[in-house]
């Protein structure tokens, strides 16, 4: 049974740093597409940065230039280094897979294997 599980969140002051991670459970993550996709209380999900099974990257204007993500296939791990964050990032952060490995885009549509989710506040 395919598992995704998050972690890493917290809260951090403005232009702070953090690293969320994800434990991919019957995953092969050199096989698999995977992303990073955001929740704001009263907003839509909304892609944050996605992963091809050969490395190839996508993000959202939003986040280029501070967010990067990244995968570990061996370790069947998804991590998103988040640095400079803003008070819009605020929000429930959550991993995402398809079982196919090309780039996908950053809708929630194209991905079905959902993590639980993993909570960044920014505040000062």
């Known amino acids: 049974q395919v598992q995704l599980v998050e972690s890493g969140g917290g809260s951090v002051q403005p232009g702070g740093s953090l690293r969320l991670s994800c434990a991919a459970s019957?995953?092969?993550?050199?096989?698999?597409?995977m992303a990073w996709f955001r929740q704001a209380p009263g907003k839509a999900r909304e892609g944050v940065a996605g992963?091809?099974?050969?490395?190839?990257?996508n993000y959202a204007d939003s986040v280029k230039g501070r967010f990067t993500i990244s995968k570990d296939n061996a370790k069947n791990t998804l991590t998103l280094q988040m640095n400079s964050l803003e008070f819009d990032d605020t929000a429930m952060y959550y991993c995402?897979?398809?079982?196919?490995?090309?780039?996908?885009?950053?809708?929630?549509?194209?991905?079905?294997?959902w993590g639980q989710g993993t909570q960044v506040t920014v505040s000062s």
């Open positions: 995402a897979a398809f079982g196919s490995g090309g780039l996908r885009p950053l809708y929630p549509v194209w991905y079905n294997i």
């Open positions: 019957g995953v092969t993550g050199s096989s698999y597409c």
């Open positions: 992963i091809a099974s050969d490395g190839r990257t």
